[in-house]
């Protein structure tokens, strides 16, 4: 699979970056920091959401004004304007009418633009939101105590190497993340924004308040939330729902912002997405997998993976890194033509891979 950068120009000539992938039905995911077109789509933080995606549809997403591959020096910066860059991609790539996904910040972008152009939007996805900044939250103003302490801690620490200031970021984002990903995370970090660009990014979504917007949507929207979500609380997530009329609501399981690939909240979201938006799932588990289009070794991988092996135990049984096992893992999936780790487990089980020996 492939994906395809392309260029356009807001109306302050301020330059966009955006990708296409896939076919079929369009997906437009609205923009949101510490993405870089280019890194995210080899990255195995990001890899496995844009793969399972643009089986789907045909996946646009763009770096948001300052970030990854647009522009980084940049005068205005707003929700409006992020509304505006908005209209600008869908225009460049000449969509008329599309499912819209904002994810964390990406959602209030995605509401707003929802409200001035409801006949484009066939399906609203909000995933991991909200409907107000976290200074804007209710409480006795620890919210706005703990606003004020990132961004400081953002001044200090964002363009630095000392790991205690890293590591923070990343277990906001992805509390259950292994070594290996949390040091993937920051250095895509690092690449995406400068300090000086994400101290104004968070100083802008901490104050951002769309429930007035919310309460007129009337596109069907569906509203997903993990449950245990440390950087947006599930309260704020609930809360979304609840502002959006005829709006439904799905409780993801885990702990972590960002889904990767290992967690069930991204089998949840895939499947939701599906029967939300009408789309047929890209294949059927189990529906005629090609064993014989896996090396030995990757027959090897599956067959754990089919036990319910998380990688750790797989690198540990197989006497391979982590990391191989990763790789491994995202071969095979694209082999196979599957999204998901869960998708393969079935896939794999139903196939009677488990009978199978590696190397016949």
Request: charge should be neutral.
């Amino acid at each position: 699979m492939h994906q395809r950068i392309r260029f356009c120009r807001a109306d302050d000539d301020v330059r966009l970056a955006f990708a296409e992938s896939g076919r079929g039905r369009a997906l437009v995911k609205s923009a949101h920091w510490l993405t870089h077109l280019d890194r995210d789509w080899s990255s195995p933080i990001w890899r496995h959401q844009h793969e399972g995606m643009s089986r789907r549809f045909k996946l646009i997403r763009y770096d948001q004004r300052g970030v990854g591959l647009s522009d980084r020096q940049v005068k205005e910066m707003s929700l409006e304007r992020w509304v505006r860059d908005l209209e600008v991609v869908v225009d460049t790539a000449g969509l008329d009418n599309f499912v819209l996904l904002g994810m964390s910040q990406g959602g209030p972008i995605a509401i707003e633009y929802a409200i001035r152009h409801p006949e484009r939007v066939s399906h609203l996805v909000l995933f991991g939101s909200y409907v107000t900044g976290r200074r804007l939250w209710q409480g006795t103003g620890e919210h706005d105590r703990e606003a004020a302490a990132l961004s400081e801690l953002i001044h200090v620490g964002w363009g630095t190497n000392v790991d205690a200031y890293r590591q923070l970021f990343a277990s906001l984002f992805m509390p259950d993340a292994d070594m290996t990903l949390i040091r993937q995370f920051n250095e895509l970090k690092r690449l995406s924004a400068s300090t000086e660009v994400a101290e104004r990014i968070v100083s802008i979504i901490d104050r951002l308040d769309v429930t007035a917007s919310a309460r007129r949507l009337r596109v069907p929207t569906l509203v997903l939330h993990c449950e245990g979500d440390q950087r947006i609380p599930f309260d704020q997530g609930r809360r979304l729902a609840a502002e959006i009329p005829g709006s439904r609501f799905v409780p993801l399981p885990g702990n972590n912002h960002i889904m990767l690939e290992h967690d069930t909240a991204w089998t949840g979201f895939l499947d939701a997405l599906d029967e939300f938006t009408g789309n047929a799932p890209p294949a059927e588990p189990g529906g005629g997998v090609a064993l014989d289009a896996l090396t030995a070794r990757e027959l090897a991988v599956l067959r754990e993976i089919a036990t319910g092996a998380n990688n750790t135990t797989i690198a540990e049984r197989l006497h391979l890194s982590p990391k191989t096992v990763r790789n491994q893992v995202s071969r095979i999936l694209g082999k196979l033509g599957l999204a998901s780790r869960g998708e393969a487990i079935v896939a794999a089980r139903e196939a009677g891979v488990l009978d199978v020996t590696p190397g016949k």
